[in-house]
Nanobody, 126 residues
Framework: QVQLVESGGGLVQAGGSLRLSCAASGGTFSNYGMGWFRQAPGKEREFVAA????????LYADSVKGRFTISRDNANNMLYLQMNSLKPEDTAVYYC???????????????????WGQGTQVTVSS
């Protein structure tokens, strides 16, 4: 299975931007659908965004639609999450994850993912 390592988290003021990266190794990255999830203190891990492995289709949680953009670079085994107009409620640990699922609509389900990164902290101050 693919191994995943996130980077790019940090502290940013509300309204600012961050770009998260996820480096994949040990598997055929282009065969996986990829997702970003986040977990705030005391809350369950929630879906943020997903991108399919084939003709790139994307899906976003309503809370980030229009502000976040997920993308992938299959040639370099990289996944990205561009986060703009950040809000304090975006504060969380962000995880990238890999799924063998084909249908983008199924990629909101946490249990469908087979590999997870260790997470990167994003803190948005008001």
């Amino acid at each position: 299975q693919v191994q995943l390592v996130e980077s790019g988290g940090g502290l940013v003021q509300a309204g600012g931007s961050l770009r998260l990266s996820c480096a994949a190794s040990g598997g055929t990255f282009s065969n996986y659908g990829m997702g970003w999830f986040r977990q705030a203190p005391g809350k369950e891990r929630e879906f943020v965004a997903a991108i399919s492995w084939s003709v790139p289709r994307t899906l976003y949680a309503d809370s980030v639609k229009g502000r976040f953009t997920i993308s992938r670079d299959n040639a370099n085994n990289m996944l990205y999450l561009q986060m703009n107009s950040l809000k304090p409620e975006d504060t969380a640990v962000y995880y990238c994850a890999a799924t063998p699922a084909f249908a983008i609509a199924t990629m909101t389900v946490r249990d469908g993912y087979v590999s997870w990164g260790q997470g990167t902290q994003v803190t948005v101050s008001s």
